[in-house]
């Protein structure tokens, strides 16, 4: 079954650049997506079809893949950016989504 | 602007059924995609069910195959999901989202507790 894997934490200071990483053998084949979620609030896309940013998104999110990995990087990490992020990807028929199980992000 | 406003959450004995609705509006509702998406208390999210634009065609998680049936209505551009046969397991906050670019758009969620 197709399954994503996620670190379960990361932590930076603020103003220096987090990276969280995405592993998935679908995903030379499927784009990657990026969710930022915040204590108590509905999760929102921050990074759709691997690198595309949606409007509204600070352009210091961005996001790439290569191969099996696709990586959420947040250059000049700010507090507000304390969440737990999730990717996400189909599977290779395209038919059944499957969610990363999570990073939380420290910002501190 | 863009809403979804899932309704029908509850407390629900274990083999029990429980249909959750999900209110659409500010966008043409019969032209996306739709996503069930659900939360366990204090863990990640889970990809529950998605159903195409057009209602054409309907897939499952694993953990739900066969006990919850996604449907939408275009006339009251509402999506549903029935469940049926709930399990402990299955007490979580469900969201619906919309299939745009990614899960674009989510609702706020609706508390679904299986418990005796």
């Known amino acids: 079954s197709h399954e994503l894997t996620q670190p379960p934490s990361v932590s930076v200071s603020p103003g220096q650049t987090a990276r969280i990483t995405c592993s998935g053998d679908a995903l030379p084949k499927k784009y990657a997506y990026w969710y930022q979620q915040k204590s108590g609030q509905s999760p929102v896309l921050v990074i759709y079809?691997?690198?595309k940013r949606p409007s509204g998104i600070p352009e210091r999110f961005s996001g790439s893949s290569s191969g099996t990995m696709a990586t959420l990087t947040i250059s000049g990490a700010q507090v507000e950016d304390e969440a737990d992020y999730y990717c996400y990807s189909a599977d290779s028929s395209g038919t059944h989504g499957v969610f990363g199980g999570g990073t939380k992000l420290t910002v501190l | 602007q863009v809403q979804l406003v899932e309704s029908g959450g509850g407390v629900v004995q274990p083999g029990r059924s429980l249909r959750l609705s999900c209110a659409a509006s500010g966008f043409t509702f019969s032209n996306y995609g739709m996503h069930w998406v659900r939360q366990a208390p204090g863990k990640g999210l889970e990809w529950v069910a998605v159903i195409w634009y057009d209602g054409s065609n309907k897939f499952y998680a694993d953990s739900v195959k066969g006990r919850f049936t996604i449907s939408r209505d275009t006339s009251k551009n509402t999506l549903y999901l029935q469940m049926n046969s709930l399990r402990a397991e299955d007490t979580a906050v469900y969201y619906c989202a919309r299939d745009g670019d990614g899960h674009d758009y989510w609702g706020q969620g609706t508390l679904v507790t299986v418990s005796s």
């Open positions: 079809e691997d690198s």
